[in-house]
C-alpha cells in the first residue's frame, strides 16, 4: 500500500505545482487540489481557506460542499474555540476534532455541519516560509474519527502544496497592487486609470465624467518647504479627493496630476457638481511640520462618450481642459469645449511668435501721452510693447497677448522693455524734455522670480537715470497679493513710482486703498465709457478722484476718446488722462517730436489737445 500511495501523492504534488507555476488562479488551484485528495481518501470531503491580516476566515474551496456552507463561514473570526479551523489558525497547530457533536469548540456552529452529515473534523493551518499562518486545510468525516496514517501522509502533501500556492498568490497579488497602485498615495495609477477609461467608453450605455486634476504651486513647495512636505501635500490632496463619495473613483497619474472618474454623470450639470464638490475638499489648510499649506487644485473636465469617440481623444480633450483653465483660471474648474482647441493653438503660436521676435531683437516700444488735462502738457508717457514683423508690420499687444501666458516669455518681454525705455527716458533728458516718468507694465511673473529689484533698477542706473522716472503699473490681482505687496513697498523706498492699473475690474475695494503702496490710482476705460450717460458711473468717478485727492493718490483717467468725457474729467478734476483723444501710441522718434513741441513752453488749452491728436 505504501508503495501505491506514493506515485499517487507525487503525481498530484507535480500537478499542482505546474498549475502554480503556469499561473493558474489560485482558486482554480484550491479546487482541484481538494477533488484529487478527495479521489485518494474517498468518504471524506475537503475544504482549503484562506486567513487574512486581520484573523478572519475566507473558504476558499470545498467542492463537494454546499456553497451555503461557505458563505456562512465566510468572515468568521480565528479563536480557540471556533470549529477546527479557527482554532487551528489561531493555534497553528492542527486540530483534530473526532466528535463534533460533543466537542466544546464546534458548539456554536454544530448547526452548519451536522444537517450535511458531517461527524468529525480534522484541520491543519498553512503556514508561509516565514511561519505566519495564512490558511487552513480540512477534511470532513461522515463518521466520528480521527486520520489515518494514509490521510495524515495526503494531507502533510497537500499542505505543503497548498502553502506554496498560497505564498506564490500572495506575491502575484501583491505585484499586481504595485502595478495598478500608486506607491507614495496608495491609490489607483496610471494603469488602473487607462484600462477604466478604455472600459467606460466601451461601455457605450454607460455614462460617466472625467475630471482631470493639478496641484497648483507644487514646485514652490518642494523648493521651499523639501520634497517631504510636497509629498505630504500630495497624500493630502489624494486622501482629501477620495474622500468624496463612492461614486468618484480617484487616480495618482503622477507628480502633481490627478484623475477622477465620476460614474453615472450624465450632463455638464453634474459633471460642474462633481468638481466643485472636489474644489471644496482644499477650502481647509494643510498643517505638515509646523508649516500651514493653502491647498489649491485646478480642473478639466469632459464627459464620456460626448467629448471624445475614443479613450485617447477623451484624456487629450480633459488635458486641454485642464491647460486651459491653469492659464486662465487657475483654483478654478472648465469644462472642455471644442473651441479651445482654437484656443491652445493661438496660444502656442503667439508664445511662438512673441519668443522669435525677442530673439531676434524686434521686440520695441511705443509710447502713449499722460496728459495733465488742465494744462493740456504731456507730464508722462506709458511703454507699450510692439513687435515688427519680418515682413516690417507692427503688431500690437492684442495679437502676441496669449504669448506672455509663457512665464519665460512675460521674464525676457519685461527685461526688453525696461531697456528701451531707460535708453528712451536718458534721450528725453539729454534734450531737455521735461517729463516726470514712463510707466511699464509687471505681471504676476515678474514679482515670482526673485530679483526684480536688481532688474528694475540696473537700466536705469546704469544709464545714469534716477529711478523715480520710473512708474511701475500692475492691476489689482497682482498687487492682492502680500508678497507682491512687500516688494513694491521695497521699489517704493528706492523711488520708484507705482501705479494701480484698470481700477475698478479687479478684487480690490476702497477700503484697500490705504493699505497699497500707491503713488497713482488709473480709472478704468469701463468707468470712463459711461462717464457722460450713467449718472452712477459718473459719481463713482467722482468719489474715486475726490478719495484719491484727500490721501494725496494721483489719478489717472484712461481711454478718453472724445472731447466730451476730457471736459467732463476736468469739470470733476481729474488731473491726468490718457487715450486715442490725445494721442495713439507711438514710436520713439515720434514720441519725442510730440514731447517738443508740446514742452509747456505755449499757452495750453483743450485745443491745445486737440491738435496733439490731430498730430499723432
Known amino acids: ?295 489649491q487644485i485646478t480642473i478639466g473636465g469632459v464627459l464620456g462618450n460626448t467629448d471624445g469617440i475614443s479613450a485617447n481623444v477623451l484624456r487629450q480633450n480633459a488635458d486641454l481642459a485642464l491647460y486651459h483653465a491653469k492659464q486662465t483660471a487657475r483654483g478654478e474648474y472648465i469644462q472642455f469645449h471644442p473651441r479651445l482647441r482654437t484656443s491652445i493653438q493661438c496660444r502656442t503660436e503667439q508664445i511662438a511668435l512673441l519668443a522669435q521676435a525677442l530673439d531676434e531683437n524686434r521686440v520695441f516700444a511705443h509710447y502713449q501721452p499722460i496728459i495733465c488735462i488742465r494744462r493740456a502738457k504731456i507730464v508722462g508717457v506709458e511703454a507699450l510693447a510692439r513687435i515688427r514683423t519680418k515682413e516690417g508690420e507692427i503688431l500690437s499687444a492684442g495679437a502676441f497677448a496669449m504669448g506672455l501666458t509663457d512665464s519665460k516669455n512675460a521674464y525676457r518681454l519685461t527685461n526688453c522693455m525696461l531697456d528701451h525705455v531707460a535708453c528712451a527716458m536718458r534721450g528725453w533728458m539729454d534734450e531737455g524734455l521735461e517729463l516726470r516718468h514712463v510707466a511699464i507694465n509687471l505681471s504676476t511673473v515678474d514679482f515670482q522670480r526673485g530679483n526684480l529689484e536688481e532688474r528694475l533698477c540696473a537700466p536705469f542706473e546704469a544709464r545714469d537715470v534716477p529711478l523715480h522716472h520710473l512708474l511701475i503699473e500692475v492691476t489689482e490681482n497682482v498687487l492682492m497679493d502680500q508678497d507682491v505687496a512687500s516688494q513694491i513697498t521695497r521699489l517704493r523706498a528706492k523711488g520708484l513710482q507705482i501705479a494701480l492699473d484698470d481700477f475698478g475690474t479687479g478684487f480690490a475695494s476702497l477700503s484697500h486703498l490705504k493699505d497699497f503702496p500707491l503713488n497713482y490710482i488709473k480709472i478704468d ?23 484719491a485727492r484727500k490721501i494725496q493718490f494721483g489719478v489717472i483717467a484712461e481711454g478718453i476718446e472724445t472731447a466730451e468725457q476730457a471736459a467732463r474729467l476736468l469739470e470733476i478734476g481729474c488731473p491726468l488722462a490718457q487715450g486715442y483723444h490725445y494721442a495713439r501710441p507711438v514710436d520713439l522718434e515720434s514720441m519725442t517730436t510730440l514731447l517738443h513741441s508740446f514742452d509747456g513752453t505755449s499757452r495750453a488749452s483743450i485745443d491745445g489737445a486737440d491738435n496733439l491728436r490731430l498730430m499723432a
Open 1 to 295: 500500500m505504501q508503495g501505491d500511495r506514493e506515485p499517487a501523492l507525487s503525481a498530484l504534488q507535480n500537478e499542482i505545482l505546474e498549475a502554480v507555476a503556469t499561473g493558474v488562479p489560485f482558486s482554480e488551484v484550491a479546487d482541484t487540489l481538494c477533488r484529487r485528495a478527495e479521489e485518494l481518501a474517498p468518504g471524506i470531503s475537503c475544504t482549503i481557506a484562506a486567513v487574512d491580516a486581520e484573523g478572519l476566515i475566507h473558504p476558499v474551496a470545498g467542492p463537494s460542499l454546499p456553497r451555503s456552507y461557505g458563505e456562512a463561514i465566510d468572515g468568521l473570526l480565528i479563536g480557540p474555540d471556533v470549529g477546527s479551523c479557527g482554532s487551528a489558525a489561531y493555534l497553528g497547530t492542527p486540530v483534530e476534532v473526532t466528535d463534533i457533536d460533543s466537542d466544546y469548540r464546534w458548539q456554536s456552529y454544530k448547526g452548519l455541519v451536522l444537517p450535511l452529515g458531517l461527524k468529525a473534523c480534522w484541520s491543519s493551518p498553512i503556514k508561509t516560509s516565514e511561519g505566519s499562518v495564512v490558511g487552513t486545510f480540512a477534511f470532513y468525516y461522515r463518521e466520528p474519527r480521527g486520520p489515518n496514517a494514509m490521510e495524515r501522509q495526503l494531507v502533510d502533501t497537500c499542505v505543503h502544496v497548498c502553502s506554496i500556492a498560497m505564498e506564490r498568490n500572495e506575491i502575484s497579488r501583491r505585484m499586481q497592487h504595485l502595478a495598478y497602485h500608486d506607491q507614495l498615495t496608495g491609490l489607483s495609477n496610471r494603469y488602473a486609470f487607462d484600462e477604466a477609461i478604455a472600459k467606460n467608453m466601451a461601455a457605450t450605455s454607460q455614462n460617466f465624467g472625467l475630471l482631470m486634476l493639478d496641484i497648483d504651486n507644487m514646485k514652490e513647495v518642494n523648493d521651499g518647504m523639501g520634497h517631504t512636505v510636497g509629498d505630504g501635500m500630495i497624500c493630502e490632496v489624494g486622501r482629501r479627493l477620495s474622500s468624496v463619495g463612492e461614486d468618484i473613483t480617484v487616480y495618482r497619474l503622477g507628480g502633481d496630476e490627478f484623475a477622477a472618474i465620476c460614474h453615472g454623470c450624465a450632463d455638464s450639470s453634474a459633471l460642474e457638481t462633481y468638481a466643485e464638490s472636489l474644489l471644496r475638499q482644499m477650502e481647509r489648510p494643510y498643517e505638515c511640520d509646523g508649516n500651514t499649506i493653502r491647498l
Open 525 to 547: 476705460k469701463s468707468f470712463v465709457d459711461n462717464l457722460l450717460s450713467d449718472k452712477a458711473c459718473s459719481a463713482i468717478v467722482e468719489a474715486l478722484i475726490s478719495i
